[in-house]
């Protein structure tokens, strides 16, 4: 951290919501890319082959299985797009029951409802925010059809407790890896654990081709039905069966894109690995801000955005919102995390389309998940730990300023950003 002294003459420091300079002035770069990306581009334009079972599709299917230790990789179009085709291709049925998170993206609830299913959305654990097993096991009901788990910010769900009860109550387990490619378990790529694995490439994943998705699995007759209905209930091999499938195939430019991105995501990861070092052992002499500690079963972590839980009381009592619109003011990439599912606006929204009184999860109700959404929980974009010494001495001077100059965060500042 920089010492800061002040002398007599020396204007006070201000924060930058008040008009004082922000301690960061460059933003933080995403993505990241140089003239592989571009040539990739350019040679997919001059190839005239845009889309649809192209060479850089094949090519990239082939190198995220070889990467993921996997045998079958179907890219699509998004990360819901995966989830979508995940859920039909396990075949849910009107009412069958899938227990995920509260607190994460609406897109894998989504998919359960799209697909004619119910989201029984169970409570997080407050040292990974991502699935308690002892809640999952508490929501599992004789129409309990899978456990879709969600692997969030920078942790893996307890994989080994999940997957026991998925196995003693004949569960399918559906992993969502948009947070973590990478990543990996027992040594274990994140998404290869479950019968499917579904990933983004959207704009803010650690690869991206700014939209994109992928779905994995070891199970070559659930790779033809996911590519059937990816492709419009076309046939991956000769013996597939015809799956009724719509359009959601990921485009030459995109498959190009990732191609280059999969080149660098090892590197990024161990830039990342050292930085959040830095960081932890820097954080330490903040108070309030709290590292969570990482599973000692994630042998490799990969990660959207770090996830911090803050004591509002070493910050004059502000709320969370505040000193997120105060520190992304200093430059930091800061959001509050997701909202839980069921309260998020575009879900209650749905309500509209999906009447009931307990429809889409009404009537849910997961403490741990809403006081780390509302209260106790921010994320910092994975960008800001890219790069070396110093970028990760800024993003502690700018949480030493806006806690020691938290009294003075105007209360009308509200700007609320969630990733
Ligand atoms: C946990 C999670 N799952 C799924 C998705 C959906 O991915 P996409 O935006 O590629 O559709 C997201 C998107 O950010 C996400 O955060």
Request: net charge neutral; aromatic share 6%; proline share 7%.
């Amino acid at each position: 951290m920089t010492a800061r002294t002040e002398s007599r003459g020396t204007p006070p420091e201000r924060l930058a919501l008040n008009g004082g300079t922000p301690v960061r002035a460059t933003p933080y770069r995403w993505p990241r890319y140089d003239d592989s990306e571009r040539r990739a581009v350019l040679e997919v334009v001059d190839s005239g082959h845009w889309s649809f079972d192209g060479p850089r599709e094949a090519e990239l299917a082939q190198a995220l299985s070889a990467y993921l230790g996997i045998e079958c990789a179907i890219p699509v179009a998004s990360g819901t797009a995966a989830l979508d085709i995940a859920l039909a291709a396990l075949d849910l049925r009107p009412g069958d029951e899938v227990i995920l998170p509260a607190l994460t993206w609406t897109a894998p609830a989504r998919a359960v409802v799209v697909n004619g299913g119910v989201p029984v959305f169970a409570d997080i654990d407050p040292r990974t925010w991502c699935l308690d097993p002892a809640a999952v096991e508490a929501a599992i009901t004789a129409r309990t059809r899978g456990i879709l788990v969600v692997h969030t910010y920078a942790h893996i769900a307890d994989m080994d407790r999940l997957l026991d009860l998925a196995h003693d109550h004949g569960l399918f387990v559906v992993e969502d890896c948009a947070h973590v490619f990478g990543a990996r378990w027992r040594h274990r790529a994140a998404g290869t654990l479950g019968r499917i694995g579904c990933f983004s490439f959207q704009q803010s994943k650690t690869m991206t081709a700014g939209e994109g998705g992928l779905a994995v699995t070891a199970d070559p007759h659930l790779a033809d039905r996911l590519y059937g209905l990816m492709n419009c209930g076309r046939k991956r091999r000769p013996e597939a069966d015809r799956w009724f499938g719509g359009n959601y195939r990921l485009t030459e430019f995109q498959a190009a894109i990732l191609r280059a991105q999969l080149r660098r995501v090892d590197d990024h990861i161990a830039a990342k690995t050292r930085q959040v070092a830095n960081f932890r052992a820097g954080l330490g002499e903040i108070p309030g801000l709290t590292l969570h500690d990482p599973d000692p079963r994630i042998t490799r972590r990969n990660f959207i955005a770090l996830p911090l839980t803050i004591d509002t009381r070493e910050f004059a009592g502000t709320c969370t919102d505040l000193i997120v619109t105060a520190l992304a003011a200093e430059g930091v990439p800061v959001f509050l995390p997701h909202p839980v599912v069921y309260r998020a606006p575009a879900w209650v929204a749905g309500r509209r389309q999906y009447p009931g009184p307990r429809s889409l999860g009404a009537d849910a109700r997961c403490p741990v998940g809403e006081h780390v959404a509302e209260k106790a929980g921010i994320v910092i974009a994975h960008e800001a730990f890219l790069d070396r010494w110093p970028d990760t001495a800024d993003l502690l001077d700018a949480v030493d300023k806006v806690r020691r100059l938290s009294g003075t965060i105007p209360r009308d500042a509200r700007d609320t950003r969630r990733i």
